[in-house]
Nanobody, 125 residues
Framework: QVQLVESGGGLVQAGDSLRLSCAAS????????MGWFRQAPGKEREFVTA????????FVADSVKGRFTLSRDNAKDTVYLQMNSLRPEDTAVYFC??????????????????WGQGTQVTVSS
């Protein structure tokens, strides 16, 4: 069983930055693919970014490309989502997810095995 705990959300103004963290426990961290998804009120959960296990390839949604950066620190069992140039449309609950499958489609939320509780990000205009 893997536990994921997100932190770092909050209320910011458009153009500001935030860094979200997701700390994992319960399994060898480097064996987990890690992803971030978000869900705005009344909308479907959508893919934001993800990284393969062992620090492999990173994938980023077009809507955040060039603004959001995902990194992982295997020594701290933590992934970080650096969010710059935030926009009101980035307002959502952000969820961290972990996947154990090999060669999984990291953009598919249904393929992840574990989820965090979510952290709210609100961007005011």
């Amino acid at each position: 069983q893997v536990q994921l705990v997100e932190s770092g959300g909050g209320l910011v103004q458009a153009g500001d930055s935030l860094r979200l963290s997701c700390a994992a426990s319960g399994r060898t961290f480097s064996s987990l693919a890690m992803g971030w998804f978000r869900q705005a009120p009344g909308k479907e959960r959508e893919f934001v970014t993800a990284i393969r296990k062992n620090g492999g390839a990173t994938f980023v949604a077009d809507s955040v490309k060039g603004r959001f950066t995902l990194s992982r620190d295997n020594a701290k069992d933590t992934v970080y989502l650096q969010m710059n140039s935030l926009r009101p449309e980035d307002t959502a609950v952000y969820f961290c997810a972990a996947g154990t499958r090999t060669f999984m489609n990291l953009r598919a939320s249904g393929l992840y095995d574990y989820w965090g509780q979510g952290t709210q990000v609100t961007v005011s205009s």
